[in-house]
Structures are given as structure tokens and as C-alpha cells.
């Protein structure tokens, strides 16, 4: 049988003997390696010994053909006589298992005990300090925010640190540390000029430097501020008693009747969908589980706010957490909380 490769060469070596061919229908077929007939020197070829009569059949069906063969089609066809039909392995219908804390430690709290309202005045928001919370007697204990930065994904590291390149580009390393210490400058105005509009619930008080700052700021939460209301906590500590880590809330409150963990956020750019603000909802959830296992706080939280300030005054984004979308943010906050813990060993 006939290699592939001697089918083609006979293809491109035979396409100009076709008229020859069926010129003269009765003359013996022969095969020939040489381009020309006219060549000056006989070559010595490997298919002289070749049964020319026994393959003139099939010298004449490939100079025949009108098609080229060459053809996806051809190509299929060759392939599935030499190696036989093709069989395309199945398509898993299991999708790979989504990996799962080790620690299913629940985000509420059921064996938290609540005081009576009459031993409590849920009029004045709770306020703890974060430096009477250092109940480790070894050291301090890991913050949200911390074992968010050092458990963050790959891809967004990256995208992070391309961010401070290109900012440091066109400020100069001076520029960047002066910009964020600017914009950790604007966010503390920022969260107190609201906690003065959340207790006092007077738009007319007003700081001096909050004319030209933080107009826009507070212009864009607005609408979202009507909807706030029953004050319980403001930029207070909650620590959880059972996976050792701290945080501080921003503001735990009524919205739209849902008492909420409410973080405030301000933002350059818009975040119209959730996932857009990147680990914020994780913090929320984090927040919410400590909350829960405190012992400080008279009452617990199954949602969440996340709330994204705009500097021009366009309207706020508000992104609502309800107790499943809790749990779902919940879930992976126990994985890096354990990624974090798995780090921390490997380094000691």
C-alpha cells in the first residue's frame, strides 16, 4: 500500500499529465520522480521497481479528480482509513469540587447570650477602642485587613502592584507617598463627617475643612443616608472569641429596616456590581462573624451593606448582602483566614 506521502507526491507531480492521459486513453500509465522530461542526467529513484501496470488505475482516478486533495474533507477521509473513526472522549459532567473550609466555624452565633433592652440602652451607639482589645496575652491579634493583604490573589496583586508602577511613573516615588497618604487622609474626613451627620441627623453642621473636600462625598451618599436609621454601633471594635482575629466596624445600623454591618467606601472609578469592589464584601462578612461571637454587643447581624462614595457627587452605590449572600462571602473568609494561618506557621 502507498504511503500519504507517496499519495501527495504522485498528486503534485501527476497534475500535468492529465491531458496526456485522457488524450490517449489506451497508453500505459507510468509513474516518474523527474520534473522534466527533458532532463539531462537520469536519476536513480526508489520506485523504478514499482508495478506501474498493477497502479494505473489509481494514477488515473488522482489525475482526474477535480477537487483538490488537499481538501479538509480528503484529509478527514485519509485519516479515518488509516487510523479509523475518530472518537471524542466525553466531556466530564462533574464540574471540579469547590474547595471548603476546614473550619465550618457558622457566622451566627447560637449560643451567644442576649441581655434584657431593660439592662441596655440601644439609644447610644457601643463604641469599643481597639487598644483595650488586646486580650492576647502573647501579642496583638491579626487584623481583617491585614489577613486580607496577605492572602490576596495572585491576579489581583498583580493588578494592584501594576496600578502603584504606573502611579509612581507619573508621580515619582515622593508623589505616590504623598497621594495615599492624601487619600488615607480624605477617607478618615470622610467617615467622620458621616458619623457627625449618623448621630446628629443635621445636615447643617458642617467642619471647615468639609466645604471643598467632601461635598462631593457626602452629596453622593445622600440617598443612601435616608434610608439609614437605629444607630448601634460607630467605628467600634468587634474581635471573634473562638478564630482570634479583630476588626473595626464603620457602622452597624437599620437599612431599609435590615440592621446591617455598613462599611463606607470612596472610589475614583465606578463599582456598580459587587464583585467589582473586590475584597470589601469578605470584610463585611468578617465583620459580621466576630460581631457575632463578641460578647460586647447586645444583638446580632446577618447582613451586610457595602457602600461606594463618589468624589463627584454621582450617586452612590449600594450594595446590599443579604444572610445568604453573608454566608456565601462567609465561606471564603474562613479560607483565607486559614491561608493566612497556614503562612504564618510556615514561617515560624
Not at 491531458?19 to 522534466?36: D, E, R
Request: aromatic fraction near 8%.
Amino acid at each position: 500500500m502507498l504511503t500519504m506521502k507517496t499519495l501527495h507526491l504522485i498528486c503534485r507531480n501527476c497534475r500535468g499529465m492529465t491531458n496526456v492521459l485522457f488524450q490517449y486513453p489506451h497508453t500505459p500509465a507510468f509513474l516518474s520522480t523527474s520534473c522534466t522530461t527533458h532532463s539531462k542526467k537520469n536519476k536513480v529513484n526508489g520506485y523504478e521497481d514499482i508495478d506501474q501496470e498493477k497502479y494505473a488505475n489509481l494514477v488515473r482516478m488522482v489525475t482526474s479528480s477535480k477537487t483538490n486533495c488537499q481538501t479538509p474533507e480528503k484529509i478527514f477521509e485519509e485519516d479515518s482509513f488509516l487510523y479509523g473513526k475518530v472518537v471524542k472522549s466525553k466531556a466530564s459532567s462533574q464540574e471540579p469540587e469547590a474547595r471548603v473550609p476546614q473550619n465550618r466555624s457558622l457566622m451566627f452565633n447560637s449560643n451567644k447570650v442576649i441581655l434584657s433592652v431593660e439592662k441596655t440602652d440601644p439609644s447610644i451607639p457601643v463604641r469599643i477602642a481597639l487598644p483595650a482589645r488586646d486580650q492576647m496575652a502573647s501579642g496583638r491579634l491579626p487584623s481583617v485587613t491585614r489577613i486580607l493583604q496577605q492572602t490576596m490573589p495572585m491576579e489581583q496583586a498583580f493588578y494592584l502592584e501594576r496600578w502603584k508602577q504606573r502611579m509612581i511613573m507619573e508621580l515619582g516615588e515622593e508623589g505616590f507617598i504623598e497621594y495615599t497618604a492624601a487619600v488615607f487622609s480624605q477617607g478618615k474626613l470622610f467617615h467622620a463627617r458621616l458619623e457627625d451627620l449618623l448621630v446628629s441627623r443635621d445636615d447643617s453642621i458642617q467642619r471647615p475643612e468639609d466645604t471643598d473636600k467632601m461635598s462631593g462625598y457626602l452629596a453622593s451618599v445622600d440617598h443612601v443616608l435616608s434610608d439609614v436609621s437605629g444607630l448601634r454601633t460607630l467605628e467600634s471594635t468587634v474581635l471573634h472569641s473562638e478564630l482570634k482575629y479583630l476588626g473595626i466596624v464603620d457602622c452597624v445600623a437599620h437599612y431599609r429596616g435590615r440592621l446591617c454591618i455598613i462599611e463606607w467606601k470612596t472610589s475614583e472609578k465606578q463599582k456598580t456590581h459587587i464583585q467589582r469592589t473586590f475584597d470589601n464584601p469578605l470584610q463585611v462578612a468578617a465583620y459580621v462573624g466576630a460581631l457575632n461571637h463578641d460578647a460586647n454587643y447586645n444583638f446580632q447581624v446577618d447582613c451586610g451593606l457595602v457602600v461606594v462614595a463618589y468624589k463627584d457627587g454621582s450617586p452612590a452605590h449600594a450594595h446590599f448582602m443579604d444572610p445568604e449572600l453573608c454566608q456565601y462571602y462567609w465561606d471564603k473568609w474562613l479560607l483565607r483566614l486559614e491561608e493566612y494561618k497556614e503562612k504564618k506557621e510556615e514561617k515560624q
